[in-house]
C-alpha cells in the first residue's frame, strides 16, 4: 500500500491569519464603569442584562442596569 502527500501543503499562506471576525460597533461606553455593584460582579463573576446586550451588540437599555444578574458563561 503506498501513502500519498500534498506537497505543497506547508508552503502556502494560512487563510486562517487573514480571517477577520465581526466585532459590533459599541454605541455606548460599557455599563459597569458607573455601575455601583462593579466590584461585586468581579468578585461573583456575575453580569447583569446591560452587560449581556452590551457586549453582544454594542448598546443596552438603562433599564437593564443591574437587572437579571447571573452567573458569567
Not at 464603569?33 to 446586550?53: H, I, M, V, W, Y
Amino acid at each position: 500500500m503506498m501513502i500519498g502527500y500534498d506537497s505543497y501543503f506547508n508552503q502556502d499562506p494560512s487563510t486562517a491569519s487573514q480571517m477577520v471576525l465581526p466585532t459590533p460597533e459599541n454605541a455606548r461606553e460599557v455599563p459597569c464603569d458607573s455601575c455601583p455593584l462593579f466590584e461585586q460582579c468581579g468578585k461573583d463573576s456575575t453580569e447583569c442584562s446591560a452587560f449581556r446586550n452590551w457586549a453582544s451588540s454594542g448598546d443596552y437599555k438603562d433599564s437593564d442596569v443591574r437587572r437579571f444578574i447571573r452567573a458569567a458563561k
